[in-house]
């Protein structure tokens, strides 16, 4: 069937003039700044969320010129709102892989972020309506947008390169320092919005930011040309029986979802979210070591190709255990920034959210360095392998841990310490994260069978979920634990992974092949 929609544009990604993006395609700035304004909605959201259901329902605020007004909180407990955190990042994830194949099969790429983006942009509109219905209804809406964005807008920065290459690995170097550019500043204006004066206008300010990246994406859509176009040769019958299909199933998940939820809220099934997040946890573990022991003995596959499924599946364990650590950023570590860190700086009390925007510096500042070194420790075929960087990854952000639980052992409400342990921590887990995050997403790539590419992707995307889920279960735990025990036990837990990583680095190079 013809390609052709609403979003149709010239055949050639810079049509409409010979200005370039850097030069790269004019399309990409297009994608740019789309996902800099969603990357801008979603951290910004997410650098209030664990502060927002823990704040008091008689939480006040006192402004600079002294005006006291309310800005209650929902009151949660810290083990109910990391279980909610854990629930609501991890299916973000997970719903990435519905929404990627939602583009492939029925409405293509660019029309899944378009709709995609309208449904986050109303989610936050939603949680900027203070009740607790809005709040929740709000979160399933950008769940739901998100899995539909998220996972295409990238796949349309790679059509944009046809031939591949260098070319389309600098194009998603100035792609991914679009996604920081809207972490960085996200968090500075939804915090100040949300924290200083109240946590709905902060939600609010996340909607616009998502409406503003809208607008831009339809007035540059003619710039990408056929890329993110529906590629199918099925009738328009065929489609409509295959999306009906789609959304029937879903729509029935979601109903009982609702319903389980509301069975739940009310008393009549007896469990609690924290239960339900490991639960859940637990279930996406076992179905992954199912599936890779299906594909290892029934999948068809060579021996060569066994192996380095093998590796794919350390390498999701890797990186579940890594997010679980780094994810403490939207958890734990706001909450030592709201309770136990000295934020006043001349009199202005800094919100304890602008902390999560240092990550987003420190990456924007080393990825090129990163990226350097890399490019010149290979020259001199010093390069690590993939292995080890994973490993150095884990060590990085168990450093990090060490360092913060240091700063918290003397850390109290009434003896606050410095905001510079959070920032040595945060600079020591960008370190880790520059090691293994881009890493191991290009690892993917070169290891996965051809038939299998789209599912190990999948798998990858599922490893963060699995790894943010078990971060607001961690995150949760400052409920019973003293922030120094809880930092130093995820130290020397990340650690030792780190450790036992690189003992069997050799180990798993071989299993990789000739592939580097």
């Given at each position: ?88 990042t991890s299916l973000v ?20 972020v378009w709709v995609g ?237 602008f902390l999560q925007s ?159």
């Amino acid at each position: 069937m013809s390609t052709e929609s609403t979003f149709a544009g010239p055949q050639n990604p810079n049509a409409g003039g010979s200005k370039t993006f850097f030069g790269h395609p004019r399309g990409l700035s297009t994608l740019f700044f789309t996902e800099m304004w969603e990357r801008f909605s979603y951290y910004g959201m997410r650098a209030l969320l664990t502060l927002f259901m823990t704040a008091a329902t008689t939480n006040i605020v006192t402004q600079s010129d002294g005006t006291i007004i309310q800005n209650p909180g929902m009151g949660l407990d810290i083990a109910t709102a990391g279980a909610i955190y854990g629930l609501y990042t991890s299916l973000v994830y997970i719903l990435a892989l519905p929404g990627g194949w939602v583009a492939d099969n029925l409405w293509g790429q660019r029309k899944a972020v378009w709709v995609g983006g309208w449904i986050i942009a109303a989610g936050h509109f939603t949680m900027a309506i203070p009740s607790t219905y809005t709040f929740f209804l709000g979160l399933i809406l950008i769940i739901c947008g998100t899995g539909l964005l998220k996972p295409n807008v990238s796949t349309i920065v790679g059509e944009l390169y046809p031939d591949g290459g260098a070319r389309r690995d600098a194009g998603f170097s100035i792609f991914y320092m679009g996604i920081n550019l809207g972490a960085l500043f996200g968090p500075l204006v939804t915090a100040w919005l949300g924290e200083a004066h109240h946590w709905h206008w902060g939600f609010g300010a996340a909607g616009v930011g998502m409406v503003l990246g809208l607008i831009q994406y339809r007035l540059g859509v003619g710039y990408l040309g056929n890329a993110g176009l529906l590629k199918s040769e099925d009738s328009r019958e065929v489609l409509a029986a295959k999306s009906k299909k789609f959304f029937g199933t879903f729509f029935a998940v979601f109903a009982a979802v609702v319903l389980f939820g509301f069975l739940v809220s009310n008393g009549t099934i007896s469990v609690t979210l924290t239960q339900i997040a490991q639960w859940l946890g637990y279930s996406v573990l076992v179905l992954v070591a199912l599936y890779f022991v299906y594909i290892w003995t029934m999948g068809g596959h060579t021996v060569e190709e066994n192996k380095k499924m093998g590796v794919i599946f350390w390498l999701f364990l890797m990186i579940a255990i890594f997010w679980s650590g780094f994810e403490q950023a939207g958890t734990s570590f706001s909450l030592f920034a709201r309770d136990m860190t000295d934020r006043n700086i001349g009199g202005w009390l800094m919100p304890a959210a602008f902390l999560q925007s240092v990550n987003a510096f420190f990456i924007i500042v080393l990825a090129p360095v990163f990226g350097m070194v890399w490019v010149w420790l290979e020259s001199r075929q010093k390069d690590p392998s993939i292995p080890v960087k994973a490993g150095l990854g884990l060590l990085g952000l168990s450093a990090g841990f060490f360092v913060l639980a240091w700063g918290a052992a003397n850390a109290s409400p009434d003896n606050l310490v410095s905001p510079s342990w959070l920032v040595v921590t945060y600079f020591l887990h960008t370190v880790g994260e520059l090691c293994i995050s881009p890493i191991g997403l290009s690892a993917i790539t070169k290891l996965s069978p051809e038939r299998r590419v789209g599912q190990m992707m999948g798998i990858w995307f599922v490893g963060a979920a699995l790894g943010n889920l078990f971060a607001g279960l961690i995150g949760g735990s400052l409920e019973s634990l003293e922030a120094d025990t809880l930092f130093r036990t995820v130290a020397m837990i990340i650690g030792s992974a780190g450790i036992f990583a690189l003992i069997v680095a050799p180990q798993v190079k071989k299993l990789m092949g000739s592939t580097r």
